[in-house]
């Protein structure tokens, strides 16, 4: 190496150590950090007793944390994407739905680490900025206020299983996308610059696709239960609207509802497939040493809880997700441990900037779960910090300032004729709808959500409206989003000039079927909204 290539390494090592570690950080110690992620998989799937079987994600736990209770921030891709890479709620982004995410140099993750010296790749699915949904899709969205439109909007959900038994590669793009990510980690195993790779999946998300070879190997049938259901008209508004909008009204076969679960369980084992593949190439190499592995999905699938398919509501099978951290064998992350209390993906972000020893920008709205994969002493020596301990250190912060027992959730989306909000403390499941009754569930005793208890338990609703209200007005954050949806729909609507009435209901869009059962009446409901 010549003197001035030398000098350069020198002054750039120099740097990143300047810029990335808190105070007595060791760069020995510096994580690489590799996020793997899937999209729609419900996280009780990630549990011991689904039908789902996931051998890879269960060795990922072994040696990590499995956070069996947490949440998304939103339930839909880009809202819920959003709030994980920028570490803020969709309140403070204004990302409501698929139609609008965040913009292309809003600071995220990847942006925070790569200031502080780390590589960064993404390869996959991410879907946090705007631009990737369609039309037809943003219509269903921007619409959902208009008093009385209940309009089919989705074709109705059915399974389909591929006669192969021989190959394990049902979703191939994914698996592409997996050996890609294998083929990055082994360009990298002699580079000691710390890297932040993310690897995104679209499996599970519907239509229901496997073939017999996931459904033989990767599904417990005798795990899987069928879903119970209120009578239609007994349900509440907004979750009744939920049923119509996703196409799922009606009368259903118990062959078809079983075949859409047993479908899905056997993608989520599909899925499970592609962390194998990368789990294999770290801990086959070096990086085994000197990586933390993050896992999670960005919402559920309903699966045909509560007459529904798809995600998009704050009942659990939509707004639950998989977080498992684990990280190298010696680095004192606790291995085969569970966390029961109430988490969000949103605490993500503060998570990886703790383990991956960088400073957190101001305003995050997530708290850091390190206290949660490590002792108080672990922490202290991961940071660097001597005996005796100095006051004020980032310990300190995180202790000061613990995870709360709540979590919150808000969904402003398509197939939502409102917003919701909801909050998990404890059993508790609180779910508020303005302009509609708030319903609360006791999970202990119905962790089905059947029969909400909010009439009877007037004292814990008081205590959850106010908690909630501590951190946003949810009738205030409920009208900005609505807002947002009828600008958005007029700004189209201008765009479009006088194609407006034929496109609004034409073939591309897909309420088309329904549509034409009466446009002259969706014509004039969405008038009268717009007239409002």
């Given at each position: 190496?010549?003197?001035?290539?030398?000098?350069?390494?020198i002054?750039?090592?120099v740097?990143?150590a300047?810029?990335?570690?808190?105070?007595?950080?060791?760069?020995?110690?510096?994580?690489?950090v590799?996020?793997?992620?899937?999209?729609?998989?419900?996280?009780?799937?990630?549990?011991?007793?689904?039908?789902?079987?996931?051998?890879?994600?269960?060795?990922?736990?072994?040696?990590?944390?499995?956070f069996?209770?947490?949440?998304c921030?939103?339930?839909?891709?880009?809202?819920?994407?959003?709030?994980?890479?920028?570490?803020?709620?969709?309140?403070?982004?204004?990302?409501?739905?698929?139609?609008?995410?965040l913009?292309?140099?809003?600071?995220?993750?990847?942006?925070?680490?790569?200031?502080a010296?780390?590589?960064?790749?993404?390869?996959g699915?991410?879907?946090?900025?705007?631009?990737?949904?369609?039309?037809?899709?943003?219509?269903?969205?921007?619409?959902?206020?208009?008093p009385?439109?209940?309009?089919?909007?989705?074709?109705?959900?059915?399974?389909?299983?591929?006669?192969?038994?021989t190959?394990?590669?049902v979703h191939?793009?994914?698996w592409?996308?997996?050996?890609?990510?294998?083929?990055w980690?082994?360009?990298?195993?002699?580079?000691?610059?710390?890297?932040?790779?993310?690897?995104?999946?679209?499996?599970?998300?519907?239509?229901?696709?496997?073939?017999?070879?996931w459904?033989?190997?990767?599904?417990?049938?005798?795990?899987?239960?069928?879903?119970?259901?209120?009578?239609e008209?007994?349900m509440?508004?907004?979750?009744?609207?939920e049923?119509?909008?996703?196409?799922?009204?009606?009368?259903?076969s118990?062959?078809?509802?079983?075949?859409?679960?047993?479908?899905?369980?056997?993608?989520?084992?599909?899925?499970?497939?592609?962390v194998?593949?990368?789990?294999?190439?770290?801990?086959?190499?070096?990086?085994?040493?000197?990586?933390?592995v993050v896992?999670?999905?960005?919402?559920?699938?309903m699966?045909?809880?509560?007459?529904?398919?798809?995600?998009?509501t704050?009942?659990?099978?939509?707004?639950?997700?998989?977080?498992?951290?684990?990280?190298?064998?010696?680095?004192?992350?606790?291995?085969?441990?569970?966390?029961?209390?109430?988490?969000?993906?949103?605490?993500?972000?503060?998570t990886?900037?703790?383990?991956?020893?960088?400073?957190?920008?101001?305003?995050?709205?997530?708290?850091?779960?390190?206290?949660?994969?490590?002792?108080?002493?672990?922490?202290?020596?991961?940071?660097?910090?001597?005996?005796?301990?100095?006051?004020?250190?980032?310990v300190?912060?995180?202790?000061?300032?613990?995870?709360?027992?709540?979590v919150?959730?808000?969904?402003?989306?398509?197939?939502?004729?409102?917003?919701q909000?909801?909050?998990?403390?404890?059993?508790?499941?609180?779910?508020?709808?303005?302009?509609?009754?708030?319903?609360?569930f006791?999970?202990?005793?119905?962790?089905?959500?059947?029969?909400?208890v909010?009439?009877?338990?007037t004292s814990?609703?008081?205590?959850?409206s106010?908690?909630?209200?501590?951190?946003?007005?949810?009738?205030?954050?409920?009208?900005?989003?609505?807002?947002?949806?009828?600008?958005?729909?007029?700004?189209?609507?201008?765009s479009?000039?006088?194609r407006?009435?034929?496109?609004?209901?034409?073939?591309g869009?897909?309420?088309?079927?329904?549509?034409?059962?009466?446009?002259?009446?969706?014509?004039?409901?969405?008038?009268?909204?717009?007239d409002?």
């Amino acid at each position: 190496m010549g003197v001035m290539a030398l000098a350069f390494s020198i002054l750039r090592a120099v740097c990143i150590a300047a810029i990335l570690f808190l105070p007595g950080g060791d760069s020995a110690t510096t994580p690489n950090v590799i996020f793997i992620h899937v999209d729609s998989m419900d996280g009780r799937t990630a549990l011991e007793d689904s039908p789902a079987l996931t051998p890879n994600l269960d060795r990922l736990a072994k040696r990590g944390v499995r956070f069996d209770n947490s949440y998304c921030a939103a339930p839909e891709c880009v809202p819920s994407r959003s709030a994980l890479w920028s570490g803020r709620r969709p309140d403070q982004t204004g990302v409501w739905a698929n139609g609008h995410g965040l913009p292309a140099d809003y600071p995220i993750i990847m942006e925070q680490v790569a200031k502080a010296g780390y590589d960064t790749e993404f390869i996959g699915r991410h879907d946090f900025n705007s631009g990737h949904h369609s039309l037809s899709a943003n219509l269903s969205t921007w619409v959902r206020p208009v008093p009385d439109f209940a309009i089919p909007s989705e074709d109705r959900p059915f399974p389909k299983v591929l006669n192969s038994n021989t190959t394990s590669r049902v979703h191939g793009s994914d698996w592409h996308n997996a050996d890609v990510c294998v083929k990055w980690l082994q360009n990298r195993t002699s580079d000691s610059t710390p890297f932040m790779l993310s690897c995104g999946f679209g499996c599970p998300h519907p239509g229901y696709v496997t073939n017999e070879y996931w459904l033989n190997k990767g599904v417990n049938m005798s795990r899987i239960t069928m879903p119970q259901w209120k009578e239609e008209s007994d349900m509440h508004p907004v979750q009744r609207y939920e049923t119509i909008t996703k196409n799922c009204s009606g009368n259903w076969s118990t062959e078809d509802i079983h075949g859409i679960r047993a479908v899905y369980y056997a993608m989520v084992a599909e899925a499970d497939g592609f962390v194998g593949l990368i789990l294999d190439e770290i801990e086959n190499s070096s990086l085994l040493d000197n990586t933390v592995v993050v896992f999670w999905s960005d919402h559920g699938d309903m699966t045909m809880d509560h007459k529904q398919f798809y995600k998009e509501t704050a009942l659990e099978g939509s707004a639950r997700v998989p977080i498992i951290i684990a990280g190298p064998p010696k680095s004192g992350i606790h291995q085969d441990a569970t966390v029961q209390r109430p988490t969000s993906l949103i605490d993500l972000f503060p998570t990886v900037m703790d383990l991956a020893k960088v400073k957190h920008p101001d305003g995050l709205a997530g708290y850091s779960l390190l206290p949660d994969l490590m002792n108080t002493s672990t922490m202290h020596t991961w940071f660097g910090d001597e005996a005796p301990v100095a006051a004020g250190t980032r310990v300190d912060e995180m202790l000061a300032n613990p995870h709360p027992d709540y979590v919150l959730l808000q969904a402003h989306m398509d197939h939502s004729n409102t917003g919701q909000f909801m909050l998990r403390k404890d059993n508790w499941k609180y779910i508020e709808y303005p302009g509609y009754e708030t319903e609360l569930f006791d999970l202990s005793t119905d962790p089905n959500e059947l029969q909400s208890v909010a009439k009877t338990q007037t004292s814990i609703v008081s205590e959850m409206s106010s908690l909630l209200r501590t951190i946003l007005d949810p009738t205030e954050v409920d009208a900005h989003a609505k807002a947002f949806d009828k600008q958005s729909f007029l700004t189209w609507k201008n765009s479009i000039g006088d194609r407006y009435n034929e496109t609004i209901g034409s073939k591309g869009i897909r309420w088309h079927w329904s549509w034409q059962k009466n446009p002259e009446l969706y014509l004039s409901l969405i008038q009268k909204w717009l007239d409002e």
